[in-house]
């Protein structure tokens, strides 16, 4: 064997030890879908969190990143605590590390869950996103609502909604017609939140 082979096989075996500890694939803008992972987490429903199971994260002091997907204008006039606004453009420059936990939400869900398809194809694993977006937490987080005449199912729901509600502010409020519970999620959608 040549002097040029002899070094380039000690390179070639060189670089294949020292591969694994160069750093993370995922820190590329490039990606891998597996079709068949994600339809399983999405038909399974891992791949989101609801408005109630965030509050009781954050209250419970979860270690958990959440991005507020929307127009910075919006997240101004209104974020979930602790949220930090960030452009769906940006996310690959966020610092994310492959441990996080991360609850992305916009507006009523569908920037958020376009979001998660991508992180999930940079690799990240721990990534959520919140169903129903902003509104979702303003009716039942900031909201929540008890219809007259509930069944067992909506006291229940409404019974352990209430103590998270007035722990972020919010103004639990039972007795509420069901005509007025439908309009108010109107109202709050007409004006943006």
């Keep these: 064997m040549t002097g040029a082979r002899r070094w380039l ?6 670089l294949a030890v020292t591969a694994p500890f160069a750093g993370s694939p995922f820190r590329s803008a490039r990606g891998m879908i597996d079709v068949d992972e994600l339809s399983r987490i999405v038909a399974h429903e891992e791949d989101h969190v609801t ?6 994260w954050i209250k419970d002091r979860r270690a958990v990143r959440i991005l507020d997907l929307r127009p910075a204008p919006q997240y101004d006039s ?3 605590p602790g949220a930090e606004h960030a452009a769906i453009d940006s996310l690959t420059g966020l610092g994310l590390r492959a441990a996080d936990t991360v ?7 569908a920037h958020a869950a376009q979001a998660w398809v991508f992180l999930r194809a940079l690799g990240f694993r721990r990534v959520f996103f919140l169903r129903g977006g902003m509104y979702e937490w303003i009716d039942q987080v900031l909201s929540p609502t008890l219809a007259v005449g509930a069944t067992d199912a909506e006291r229940l729901a409404f019974a352990r909604a209430a103590p998270l509600s007035r722990y972020f502010g919010g103004l639990p409020r039972a007795g509420v017609a069901r005509v007025e519970q439908a309009k108010s999620v109107a109202q709050i959608r007409r004006r943006g939140c």
């Design 9 to 14: 096989a000690v390179s070639a075996i060189a």
């Design 78 to 80: 209104l974020h979930i």
């Design 103 to 109: 609850v992305l939400y916009s507006e009523a869900g």
């Design 51 to 56: 408005a109630l199971e965030l509050a009781q």
